[in-house]
């Protein structure tokens, strides 16, 4: 009540000031004593007035629909643009967003020098959402008057989700003008953190460290800004500093000692590293944090795999029911193209957490590297058991059923997947292909419809939608255009060359034709198809022995396909 009530008295305050304005208005008290009589226009202000307090006691009330009104009656007799003020911030408060617009921009207009009235409308604009037209507000009351924090502090916040540069750049200016200040540079670490700049993020929480240098959680924040930036040398500084004020503390040791290790002094961070992970009161949480430091540092020295290795499998010797230590005895294999020992761990994590989605993901990703879709299938059917409503165990599921030919299964798992994730082109793309393979036409063309709608650039979706139009002989033209995007995005890809050079096929253009299904066989790893292809193409080329040894080695891809076997047996198509 007490905000309202301020609020009110401001308002009265400038209708007041209003009163002062205008013909007559420096006539002092003395003076306008003497006058015979109000005039007209004193006395419709005077009824404004009344209804301007009416309305302010209304809204204090908490009654702002009747407080509106009461404006409304005010703006009868008077057109002060306090008035207006009031009524904008009463529609506001009803949530009616362009009447209050409206009435803030008519307190604006006939009051521009009023900041009050500006801010207002900036705060009316942030309400409905437009933000663009309140960040000019703001530029608009710092241009007319550069020492309004408040309103540089208002525009930094209002860029920041949607413009972190010109953020950072009223920050920097705020800072500039105004000196540090310990919320200004918190906003400026956390952007330049999120904008990948960590070197700028540590410069903003070392200026921090100066205004509260005995603040133990910025300092080590501050270290980690610095290993982020790839100062380890600053770092590893400021992490001696805290282990002098906490010598105890063994998550400063090993992070510490973390930063020595990615400076590269690998045998004095595995001394460090060794020490907290013998001692039986460090907690789990900390000794796999040391892991994971070294799994981090991986992708640039896979030498340190054995170390990392070690690490996990201590810790998982040490607590085996806990499954974290086996995800990450999982990702080493993975990374080091050790299939068993990937599979051996992620195995485990399923056993241990089987509401853990990635590890069935990442177990059955193994097996389809392999092209071992009956295992992966296996997996999968376990896993959805588990997790009905998890993408992506339906859509490999899905594809695994796709590749074993079990159509109808795969097409029941995929439109789950589908119907967790409606705009996920990749289950889209293929229950598209599921349906296209067992002749629903009109189901697998109205899902390549519905991708390229969701992803028009997308070249599978453009390939598979080409070749099944072209299979059917229809609009040719438009599936030669998709093909082409498909090969212009990925021209080494056998199967898109293969598209192509079909297509051609289909619209008579033999010598074409032969280029791109040639070219696709060079590329290497195709299936019996683009040979049978091939020797079609030669076949309407004229060149019938040309044909047939094509054909023969579609044969002996694809030794079980009768139509082949009789194809080659008559010596024509």
């Not at 006395?43 to 006691?57: E, P």
């Not at 918190?186 to 330049?192: D, G, K, S, T």
């Not at 998982?316 to 299939?339: C, I, K, Q, T």
Request: hydrophobic fraction near 45%.
């Amino acid at each position: 009540m007490k905000t309202v009530l301020c609020a009110v008295l401001l308002i009265l305050a400038a209708f007041w000031s209003g009163c002062s304005s205008g013909t007559g208005g420096a006539l002092d008290r003395t003076m306008s004593r003497s006058l015979p009589q109000a005039t007209p226009m004193d006395s419709a202000r005077q009824l404004a007035m009344q209804h301007l307090i009416d309305g302010s006691v209304e809204e204090m009330k908490g009654d702002f629909a009747k407080a509106v009104l009461e404006f409304q009656d005010a703006l009868r007799y008077d057109q002060d643009p306090a008035i207006y003020y009031a009524l904008s911030k009463n529609y506001s408060l009803l949530g009616k967003h362009s009447l209050a617009i409206e009435a803030a921009r008519e307190a604006v207009q006939r009051g521009p020098e009023e900041m009050t009235y500006r801010r207002n409308l900036a705060e009316i604009y942030v309400m409905a959402f437009e933000y663009d037209a309140a960040a000019d507000q703001f530029e608009e009351i710092i241009r007319r008057d550069s020492s309004q924090l408040t309103a540089w502090y208002s525009l930094a916040r209002l860029y920041q989700p949607r413009k972190p540069l010109r953020a950072l750049d009223v920050y920097e200016q705020i800072i500039r003008r105004f000196g540090p200040e310990w919320d200004v540079l918190l906003q400026v670490a956390e952007i330049n953190n999120k904008l990948g700049k960590f070197d700028k993020a540590a410069d903003a929480l070392h200026e921090m460290t100066l205004l509260d240098p005995a603040n133990k959680a910025l300092k080590e924040s501050l270290a980690q800004a610095y290993g982020r930036a790839g100062k380890y040398d600053d770092a590893i500084a400021v992490y001696g500093e805290l282990r002098e004020l906490t010598p105890e503390d063994v998550n400063i040791q090993a992070e510490m000692a973390g930063a020595r290790l990615a400076r590269g002094e690998s045998a004095q961070a595995l001394e460090e590293f060794n020490q907290i992970l013998g001692r039986d009161s460090v907690a789990i949480d900390v000794k796999l944090h040391i892991g994971e430091m070294c799994f981090a540092q991986l992708a640039k020295d896979s030498t340190l795999a054995p170390l990392t290795e070690k690490i996990f499998e201590r810790i998982a010797a040490n607590y085996p029911e806990d499954w974290r230590a086996f995800w990450f005895l999982g990702a080493v294999g993975s990374m080091m193209h050790n299939d068993s020992v990937a599979v051996k761990n992620f195995r485990r994590v399923t056993e241990l957490a089987g509401w853990n989605a990635d590890a069935w993901v990442y177990l059955s990703s193994v097996f389809l590297g392999k092209n071992n879709f009956e295992e992966v299938a296996k997996l999968l059917e376990s896993a959805v058991r588990i997790l009905p409503d998890d993408y992506r165990v339906n859509l490999f599921l899905g594809i695994s059923y796709s590749r074993l030919g079990r159509s109808i299964d795969a097409a029941r798992v995929l439109e789950r997947a589908r119907q967790i994730n409606p705009k996920e082109v990749d289950a889209i793309a293929q229950l598209a292909l599921v349906y296209d393979g067992i002749h629903r036409f009109e189901e697998s063309d109205a899902l390549y419809e519905e991708a390229l709608r969701l992803d028009p650039a997308n070249p599978l979706v453009l390939n598979n939608f080409a070749y099944s139009l072209s299979e059917r002989d229809l609009q040719l033209d438009r599936a030669l255009t998709m093909s082409r995007k498909a090969v212009d995005a990925d021209s080494a890809n056998p199967s898109y060359l293969d598209t192509i050079g079909w297509i051609y096929y289909k619209m008579g253009s033999y010598k074409e034709a032969e280029h791109y299904v040639k070219e696709a066989i060079g590329k290497g790893e195709v299936n019996a198809v683009v040979y049978e292809h091939l020797g079609d193409i030669y076949y309407k080329l004229n060149q019938r022995d040309l044909a047939i040894e094509q054909w023969n080695l579609a044969l002996k891809l694809d030794a079980g396909n009768a139509a082949l076997r009789d194809k080659i047996a008559r010596g024509s198509l």
